[in-house]
């Protein structure tokens, strides 16, 4: 290896250091408590080491938020290749989506909530949002229904499950109904042969 390769392999690891420390302090108490101040004392190098791979704290969400959709895919991805027939695959990416949103409340945020300076929706947007999207289209598209857009079918039932899982998550919504709540929406929506 020589030693290029060695000093990228080690910023890499520092990056995936820095993401990894402010999703966890994230999680734990908050994106207030995220500071680059805070993130060099917890991952024992300067400010200006961390500096020198992002920007500022926005970026470092923008990292969060690509790791986290990455991971969201995934889930979704998991959950609907599990389920047999359309109608059970868009309930099984529902209830994944929903308990990804409930079980990564600071990634979800830097997904959907803050400003990680990322472009959604147009020739910028980063890959791993639009395989995110991909991903909620695979299934979603297959239920859009005879001359509806999958890909405007897609966005409506993702908003959908982004109120869902914002209102449950703000206490708006009681959280022991998400069941009935999934099962309405696809009931709906989701529209199969």
Do not use: C
């Not at 998991?78 to 059970?88: H, Q």
């Not at 945020?109 to 990680?116: E, I, M, P, S, T």
């Not at 791993?128 to 695979?138: D, H, V």
């Not at 959908?160 to 009681?174: E, F, N, V, W």
Request: cysteine-free; overall charge negative.
């Amino acid at each position: 290896m020589s030693v290029q390769e060695r000093k990228q392999r080690e910023r890499a690891e520092r990056e995936r250091l820095i993401v990894a420390t402010a999703r966890e302090l994230a999680e734990q108490q908050g994106w207030d408590a995220v500071t680059t101040r805070r993130l060099a004392e917890r991952i024992e190098y300067s400010q200006p080491v961390l500096y020198s791979h992002f920007r500022g704290k926005r970026e470092i969400i923008g990292a969060v938020a690509l790791e986290g959709a990455a991971e969201m895919a995934a889930a979704v991805r998991a959950a609907a290749s599990t389920a047999n027939g359309p109608r059970e695959r868009v309930a099984a990416l529902a209830r994944a989506y929903l308990d990804f949103a409930a079980r990564n409340p600071a990634v979800y945020d830097a997904l959907f909530q803050l400003d990680g300076g990322l472009a959604f929706a147009q020739e910028d947007t980063p890959e791993p949002l639009k395989n995110a999207f991909a991903a909620l289209l695979e299934s979603l598209g297959e239920v859009a229904g005879d001359g509806v857009d999958p890909g405007l079918f897609t966005e409506v039932f993702w908003a959908a499950l982004h109120g869902l899982a914002t209102l449950t998550r703000a206490g708006r919504l009681p959280p022991e109904y998400i069941e009935p709540r999934v099962e309405l929406l696809v009931e709906r929506l989701a529209v199969t042969a």
